[in-house]
């Protein structure tokens, strides 16, 4: 039998410290899969550093998360060489991973991999947060150029 550091990523490729992870849940960019969401950051790190995120909001259990953060490295794990350097990045899993099949899990992290240079290369505005008073939405309504609610 292998031993259990074979199913790892290797330490250069992980994402290990948890203001990595915030920052990029502030400002990582996000990119949408069926199964997940990946959201990545440019930090010129020469290896790509990779982490897999299952929220304790959607996934109850520690179970259920723990299973399917391994099942998203291991779909992930032969994709590896494809990443290109100079990212940090998550995938944040959505409900439907766990129904999901192994091999369309695979395509799905194979097509947002290949999609993740070209979104990067296109230039990303963040809308604002919308505000909570009245006159704040006026306010905010304008900034985006829509027309002003009742």
């Given at each position: 039998m292998p031993c259990p550091s074979c199913y790892m990523l290797p330490r250069a490729h992980r994402l290990r410290h948890e203001k990595d992870f915030a920052r990029l849940s502030v400002k990582g960019r996000p990119l949408y899969g069926p199964f997940c969401v990946l959201r990545a950051w440019k930090s010129g790190s020469a290896p790509s550093k990779i982490g897999f995120v299952a929220s304790g909001k959607m996934f109850k259990t520690a179970v259920q998360?723990?299973?399917?953060?391994?099942?998203?490295?291991?779909?992930?794990?032969?994709?590896?060489?494809?990443?290109?350097?100079?990212?940090?990045?998550?995938?944040?899993?959505?409900?439907?991973?766990?129904t999901a099949d192994f091999k369309e899990l695979q395509a799905s992290l194979a097509h947002l991999i290949e999609k993740l240079p070209t979104e990067m290369a296109k230039p990303w505005k963040r809308l604002p947060k919308p505000p909570r008073s009245r006159k704040g939405i006026i306010g905010y309504s304008k900034q985006l150029g829509v027309p002003r609610p009742p």
């Open positions: 998360r723990n299973r399917l953060r391994r099942r998203m490295r291991e779909a992930f794990r032969p994709l590896l060489k494809t990443v290109p350097d100079g990212y940090d990045m998550t995938f944040v899993a959505r409900p439907e991973v766990e």
